[in-house]
């Protein structure tokens, strides 16, 4: 298999792993969008949030914990954001959380096009069918 995560689980590519258990590997985002940004990676191949086990979910939210903590402890971090990507925006096509640490002065930004966004009354017609 050609999959970048695959090959990093394997040993084949080097990382600055900072927690690994048998189920999933934690390293470092080699572009981050701030200092300790770091990915949440299971050991299995996964590819979307569609594929993911919940009990692989279960142990991936208390391994997002156990990291905020380490975050807050060694960093000093004063926030973070996590998220997931799936299909479009997922650079890697292996499933993997993003834990970005947020400092008061990091002056980042997810920015969308606010012109393209409908009213939410349309939205949750849309979702709801009503």
């Known amino acids: 298999m050609d999959c970048l995560f695959c090959k990093i689980i394997n040993g084949e590519i080097p990382s600055f792993t900072i927690y690994e258990d048998e189920q999933v590997k934690v390293f470092l985002d080699i572009n981050p ?32 914990k156990i990291i905020y903590q380490k975050l807050r402890e060694k960093l000093h971090i004063d926030g973070l954001t996590i998220c997931q990507n799936n299909d479009l925006g997922q650079d890697v096509k292996h499933y993997h959380v993003h834990l970005i640490p947020r400092y008061k002065d990091d002056n980042w930004k997810m920015q969308f096009n606010q012109e393209s966004l409908k009213e939410p009354e349309e939205i949750f017609k849309q979702i709801t069918n009503e």
């Open 33 to 64: 969008n701030t200092n300790g940004h770091c990915l949440i990676v299971p050991k299995k191949h996964i590819v979307t949030v569609e594929d993911l086990e919940d009990s692989l979910a279960t142990h991936i939210l208390k391994v997002e």
